[in-house]
């Protein structure tokens, strides 16, 4: 079966003023939309992978053919990324995290922002495009780290806690080149409820974060 674009879980409009909603409307409509299509596209030369999640495809890029590698990593990636992106964000979100995941961040880095601030600093010097994230070690530790492209801590063994995306598409139309800016203000729309579920998952040692957070 194709893989589908998953329908916003809100209105364009819902983040702002964080996030406005030309630059959703564009980021899910256009980027997102492409990176499924595109996938969709690749696969077609290899029905026998049809049935494989996305996540299951980027986590083993090795048992990909060749000729389709490079466009299942950017855009399986694309798609794997972005499917989590929207749903661990909401309108009126953001807020001290709670729950497991509070634990998990005090034991880490001391304090939430002390986390807040690595994270932003290692989205900031994230050159060109590419993602940030909290991910999950095998041992059940969490890290902070960012990827190039649409890469996914998947594709190393670790689990992705939940990221944001600093591509230019995601902030250039509000922000233009004020990546920090973005970062900081983005903490207003997580969904720590969503962030939670996924946590939860991976210290349950599920595999797919996608599925486990339905
Ligand atoms: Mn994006």
Redo the contacts with the bound molecule.
Sequence with gaps: MAHELPPLPYDYSALEPVIDAQTMKL?HDM?HAAYVKNLNAALEKHPNLGSKSAEDLIRNLNAVPDDIRAAVRNNGGGHVN?TMFWKIMKPQGGGDPAGAIADAIKKSFGNFNDFKTKFNDAGAKQFGSGWVWLAGKPGGDVQIMSTPNQDNPISQGLFPIFGN?V?E??YYLKYNNRRPEYLAAWWGVVNWDEVNKRYEAFKSGKLEPALASR
């Design positions: 980021h980027h972005h995306d591509w598409h995601a």
